[in-house]
């Protein structure tokens, strides 16, 4: 559940941008995925009063001493440039709109951030060791859709049924593909070979497809954060 802001109140008037809250939820409501708002919000819980200051009396030396600080909070640097990015993206809204006469964080630097894909590549050994020690059942169809179709966490969790189609060729065995829609607001279609097709078909906890716009999980979609920690919860979105 998304908390609400509470901007500090300055004692001395500031040139603009008084009234800052209308500000912050419309910046907000313009992220498309609601993963993206709840971490800018919380970026902006520990930004606002840190600065204690309407967002147009914040300089960049006010940034530059929140970076510093957040320095000692022994965040990573991926962890940091969260925090930057959520700024940089705000203040650049408030010029944009005319809310804000200056874009303060556009000097603002992301920290430099070693790539650590390669750390976090599993290789197919284990992988397969992952989907075979999951109980057969829905875990194990979310592992093999996740692994066959390279698709995002969030993505997979609002799967529907009528996101899935088959794709069936003369002479070629069947196959399929699924339409997800994540990051950014876009809607991407993967194709699914035809050796995982038909099997995460009908493995889909044995579901008959009654309802094309249904859930392909029992209860509704699933939440996103359970998923990623491997917990696999079946609770409803609110």
Same mark, same amino acid.
């Given at each position: ?14 040139? @603009? ?9 419309? *910046? /907000? ?12 919000? !919380?970026?902006?819980? &520990? ?5 204690? =200051? ?5 300089? /960049?030396?006010?940034?530059?001493? !929140?970076? &510093? *600080? /957040? ?6 640097? #991926? ?14 809204? $408030?010029?944009?709109? %005319? ?5 303060? $964080? ?16 599993? #290789? ?19 592992? +093999? ?5 390279? #698709? ?23 196959? %399929? ?7 950014? $607001?876009?809607? &991407?279609?993967?194709?699914? =070979?035809?050796?995982? *097709? ?5 493995? @889909?906890? $044995? !579901?008959?497809? +009654? ?18 920690? %491997? ?8």
């Amino acid at each position: 559940m998304e908390t609400a802001l509470s901007v500090p109140e300055s004692p001395l008037p500031a040139p @603009a941008g008084q009234n800052d809250l209308p500000l912050l939820e419309i *910046w /907000l409501h313009t992220k498309v995925s609601s993963h993206s708002r709840r971490a800018y919000r !919380f970026e902006l819980s &520990r930004f606002l009063p840190f600065v204690a =200051k309407p967002l147009a009396a914040v300089s /960049l030396a006010d940034l530059q001493t !929140f970076a &510093r *600080w /957040l320095d000692t909070q022994e965040l990573k640097p #991926a962890s940091q440039n969260r925090a930057f990015a959520a700024l940089k993206s705000l203040f650049s809204f $408030g010029q944009t709109t %005319g809310y804000l006469p200056f874009n303060v $964080g556009a000097a603002l630097q992301l920290r430099p951030n070693r790539d650590g894909l390669a750390q976090r590549i599993l #290789a197919e050994s284990d992988v397969a060791r992952l989907i075979e020690r999951t109980p057969d059942g829905r875990d194990q169809v979310i592992l +093999r859709l996740l692994y066959a179709s390279g #698709a995002r966490v969030s993505e997979l969790a609002q799967l529907k049924w009528c996101d899935t189609m088959e794709r069936t060729q003369e002479g070629r065995e069947l196959a %399929g593909q699924i339409s997800v829609f994540g990051k950014g $607001g876009k809607t &991407r279609t993967i194709l699914l =070979k035809p050796r995982t *097709w038909p099997e995460e078909r009908s493995r @889909a906890l $044995g !579901f008959e497809i +009654r309802q094309p716009s249904s859930y392909i999980q029992r209860s509704g979609p699933c939440e996103r954060d359970p998923i990623h920690a %491997g917990g696999f919860s079946r609770r409803e979105r609110d």
